[in-house]
């Protein structure tokens, strides 16, 4: 990741340097199943401000940032400062293209979305309205996810590893998933590589 994106996260304040993952209000979420290498999880559902960018993949999170942490910081109508909560999520954009069974996605060449959690004291209606006519807001349905959890360093080679790990997983117990994986961090860049939580998400048919 680039260093602008890595300064903005401190300035967010995403995690913490202590080992308590829920310091920072996340998605309400219970463990439905315990695997050895995963979880399924069941999501409730939650508010999230969004930004489709271009990317490339390693660019997009940078470019999501900026843009999402200008809308929390006070881009918006009435100026408000929004809590920051956790995860940011970042997963390509994602395009139906099939009415059978069951309903697949795959990922388009519109680039890939980025994703501040809102927090759980907002509503559609009472959360301001950005001045960003690119940020969305929305209410995701929540739902079941397959989630394996790592701690490491944000580079692409750890997320590729993991993402890995995690299909053959879902293979050899006989999981089945759809759609492009959610990739989740919970830390801010100063919290030591070893003591991070990061999480990459797919959804459970």
Request: overall charge neutral.
């Amino acid at each position: 990741m680039k260093n602008s994106l890595f300064k903005l996260l401190a300035v967010l304040g995403l995690g913490s340097l202590g080992t308590n993952a829920h310091a920072i209000e996340e998605p309400a979420y219970t463990v439905v199943r315990q695997y050895q290498a995963f979880e399924v999880r069941q999501y409730a559902p939650y508010l999230v401000a969004e930004v489709n960018v271009p990317g490339p993949a390693s660019e997009a999170g940078n470019q999501g940032f900026n843009i999402l942490a200008a809308y929390i910081f006070g881009k918006n109508k009435g100026d408000r400062k929004i809590e920051m909560t956790a995860p940011v999520t970042q997963t390509p954009e994602p395009m139906k293209i099939a009415m059978t069974a069951p309903v697949t996605q795959a990922a388009s060449e519109r680039g890939f979305i980025i994703q501040f959690t809102m927090p759980k004291e907002f509503t559609l209606d009472t959360l301001p309205e950005p001045l960003d006519s690119s940020v969305k807001l929305r209410e995701l349905p929540g739902g079941r996810f397959a989630v394996i959890r790592y701690s490491g360093t944000w580079s692409e080679s750890n997320y590729a590893d993991h993402l890995t790990q995690l299909r053959q997983a879902l293979k050899a117990e006989g999981v089945p998933t759809r759609g492009e994986p959610i990739y989740s961090r919970y830390n801010a860049p100063f919290v030591p590589w070893f003591m991070r939580r990061n999480e990459i998400w797919l959804y459970v048919d």
